[in-house]
Nanobody
Framework: QVQLVESGGGLVQAGGSLRLSCAAS????????MGWFRQAPGKEREFVAAINWSGSSRYYADSVKGRFTIFRDNAKNTVYLQMNSLKPEDTAVYYC?????????????????WGQGTQVTVSS
């Protein structure tokens, strides 16, 4: 079992920055891959970024590449999503997810555990 708790969401103006955190507990954090997904109102959940167990491999959706950075601190059992140059279209509930293998994935169905989500709202 892995429990995930996201934090760091909020309201920000376009062009601003936010850092999301996802604290994990219950299983050796360094053995799991992590991902961030988001879901806007009326839309399906979509992939944002993923990172493997060591942090040596990262993937990003085209829509956030160059603006968002995923990284992890295994000593703190936490994965982060640094979001810069935010746009109104980034408005969504952001979820972190854990996959009980070391390799990351962009496919939501390959993740085993999910957090409750944190709201990010970007005003124009």
């Amino acid at each position: 079992q892995v429990q995930l708790v996201e934090s760091g969401g909020g309201l920000v103006q376009a062009g601003g920055s936010l850092r999301l955190s996802c604290a994990a507990s219950g299983r050796t954090f360094s053995s799991v891959a992590m991902g961030w997904f988001r879901q806007a109102p009326g839309k399906e959940r979509e992939f944002v970024a993923a990172i493997n167990w060591s942090g040596s491999s990262r993937y990003y959706a085209d829509s956030v590449k160059g603006r968002f950075t995923i990284f992890r601190d295994n000593a703190k059992n936490t994965v982060y999503l640094q979001m810069n140059s935010l746009k109104p279209e980034d408005t969504a509930v952001y979820y972190c997810a854990a996959r009980t293998v070391q390799k990351s994935s962009w496919l939501s169905y390959e993740y085993d555990y999910w957090g409750q989500g944190t709201q990010v709202t970007v005003s124009s």
